[in-house]
């Protein structure tokens, strides 16, 4: 679903910063070899990533849903010098493609990829985080949420990716349809739950932006 006209879409991504020589060769690849390609960031989202990075100047970042690398290296960019990602994915034919970007990256001793079960290894992290990026499958954002939100500093902040899920958050919901019903769910969550301050963007497929009180 697009919720601006695309000679405006344009217009935004023209007179936005453009993304770096890395990211853009990162961006090609992905769309040539991988599965499923359109769950990229891409340059527009990325730069938002990069953006509120570079605000929060985190020193610890959680990245759940690595896929190719390229939200990871956004988010990384906004890093204070001696700060660490952590970025989660359990796909582990995917982890030699972000592995190869990371280490062509400045960040490359920065980002620890851990590939796995998120549910299983986010109990075993002791850090406690100033960003978060919730990038994955859609039954279990709640969940994630629910693990994570002790792990926050004050005034840390979570970003939750495909809230708006094509639209389909607004529509009649199908019988077998987990993903649009748990994102609903969940939706409803970051707005009630007053432990945070939460405020949904209508970017790309929907970005909401949760600050930790």
């Avoid at 094509?166 to 009630?192: C, R, Y």
């Amino acid at each position: 679903m697009s919720f601006l006209s695309e000679k405006i879409e344009n217009y935004v991504v023209d007179h936005s910063q453009k993304e770096p020589e890395l990211l853009q060769k990162l961006n090609k690849e992905t769309w040539q070899k991988v599965l499923n390609p359109r769950m990229l960031s891409g340059g527009y989202q990325g730069r938002i990533l990069s953006m509120i990075s570079k605000l929060i100047q985190p020193k610890t970042i959680l990245e759940i849903g690595t896929y190719t690398g390229y939200s990871a290296l956004c988010l990384a960019e906004g890093l204070q010098k001696n700060g660490t990602l952590f970025t989660i994915d359990k796909n582990e034919e995917l982890e030699d493609f972000a592995k190869k970007y990371f280490e062509k990256s400045s960040y490359t001793s920065q980002i620890k990829q851990l590939v796995g079960n998120a549910l299983t290894i986010l109990p075993t992290l002791n850090e406690k985080f100033d960003l978060v990026f919730i990038d994955a499958d859609k039954v279990n954002y709640s969940t994630y949420f629910n693990m994570i939100i002790g792990k926050m500093n004050s005034g840390g902040v979570i970003l939750s990716d495909n809230v708006l899920w094509s639209g389909k958050v607004i529509e009649e919901i199908e019988p077998n349809d987990k993903d649009t019903k748990a994102l609903v769910e969940f939706n409803k969550m970051l707005n009630t739950d007053d432990r945070i301050e939460t405020i949904l963007l209508p970017i790309r497929d929907g970005l909401s932006i949760s600050r930790v009180k």
